[in-house]
């Protein structure tokens, strides 16, 4: 019985493992930064404050996978957040479920996009870097 249970085990985590490295392909090869996000959110004014955050605020990147898509992001108040490009372990995060500050501060340090801000109309702006394969 146990050994049934361990080989269940094994299949699920397998699958896991599947699922994740497929959600990085389909991130690589979409047109959007923040897959499954629409870019068309951080055109908001909710979201031009957490990208100014993301830029202004003092956070820092503990560790990233090597893929560059997950990390732990060190907060402002010093917690330690598990980021990705989908989602954020913050309370921001889990309240609006739309990327915070740590999400595009993952993005931008781990040379996923450019973010700056467009002396014209006061607007941050996000470009997504293209990745060689």
């Not at 047109?31 to 605020?57: A, C, G, L, N, W």
């Amino acid at each position: 019985m146990l050994i049934i249970l361990i080989i269940i085990f094994v299949l699920l985590f397998a699958i896991a493992l599947k699922s994740g490295e497929k959600t990085v392909k389909k991130a690589i090869e979409s047109d959007r930064i923040f897959f499954p996000f629409d870019d068309s959110i951080h055109k908001t004014r909710q979201q031009q404050e957490r990208i100014k955050r993301s830029v202004e605020h003092d956070l820092k990147i503990k560790t990233t996978l090597s893929n560059g898509y997950s990390g732990k992001i060190i907060g402002t108040t010093g917690n330690t957040y598990l980021v990705t490009l989908k989602n954020c372990s913050c309370q921001d995060f889990k309240r609006r479920n739309l990327p915070c500050k740590h999400m595009y501060f993952l993005a931008e340090n781990t040379l996923r996009c450019n973010v700056w801000r467009d002396e014209k109309t006061d607007e941050y702006c996000i470009e997504k870097i293209s990745i060689k394969k």
